[in-house]
T-cell receptor, first 110, second 114 residues
Framework: GNSVTQMEGPVTLSEEAFLTINCTYT??????LFWYVQYPGEGLQLLLK?????DKGSNKGFEATYRKETTSFHLEKGSVQVSDSAVYFC?????????FGAGTILRVKS | NAGVMQNPRHLVRRRGQEARLRCSPM?????VYWYRQLPEEGLKFMVY????????ESGMPKERFSAEFPKEGPSILRIQQVVRGDSAAYFC????????????FGEGSRLTVL
């Protein structure tokens, strides 16, 4: 079936550290891929997306590249801030809906 | 422009009671999705509705759960005879149509069953 697997958290980093959150997917065909972020007490919001292989999505210093050969869509940021502390969800499009991973908690310490 | 509005934000019910969760989509959005977030788990798709139509309910439990999105008014997720396992955060999302894959989420309704 169609599914998304994310690295388990929580991930704890110091401010200005490099961030990678791994995401791999299983799908029929080549679905669009997304990263959503959920800040404490809020709903999810779209962070970035990629619609085809080798596309790179980017926003607010975050990047992710759609890798067909490794079925991956890892999220990266060169220098995290305390304000980036949140839960990050990887998702794929399937049948006019989104299928989400379990989410990865990121904690950034000053 | 108001975002997706969900209410109540917090709801406490005893086992056997009914829970009704409401969702008003963003202005201009005619597609509504309901997701459930259980503790320590990700979001699980429940149902996808357009005005007066259920498009995909493959994620809805077969019993006790129902959803509607009437021509006028908010979308309603109804859970009858709640059990402790229904305790979760229920998120509503809306979109103007399925062309971008971007969903706009509300802040969620947290249901606690005693």
């Amino acid at each position: 079936g169609n599914s998304v697997t994310q690295m388990e958290g929580p991930v704890t980093l110091s401010e200005e550290a490099f961030l990678t959150i791994n995401c791999t997917y299983t799908a029929t065909g080549y679905p669009s891929l997304f990263w959503y972020v959920q800040y404490p007490g809020e709903g999810l919001q779209l962070l970035l997306k990629a619609t085809k292989a080798d596309d790179k999505g980017s926003n607010k210093g975050f990047e992710a590249t759609y890798r067909k050969e490794t079925t991956s869509f890892h999220l990266e940021k060169g220098s995290v801030q305390v304000s980036d502390s949140a839960v990050y969800f990887c998702a794929l499009e399937y049948g006019n809906k989104l299928v989400f991973g379990a989410g990865t908690i990121l904690r950034v310490k000053s | 422009n108001a975002g997706v509005m969900q209410n109540p934000r917090h709801l406490v019910r005893r086992r056997g009671q009914e829970a009704r969760l409401r969702c008003s989509p963003m202005k201009g959005h005619s597609h509504v999705y309901w997701y459930r977030q259980l503790p320590e788990e990700g979001l699980k798709f429940m149902v996808y509705l357009q005005k007066e139509n259920i498009i995909d309910e493959s994620g809805m439990p077969k019993e006790r759960f129902s959803a509607e999105f009437p021509k006028e008014g908010p979308s309603i997720l109804r859970i009858q005879q709640v059990v402790r396992g229904d305790s979760a955060a229920y998120f509503c999302a809306s979109s103007p149509g399925w062309n971008t894959g971007e969903l706009f989420f509300g802040e969620g309704s947290r249901l606690t069953v005693l």
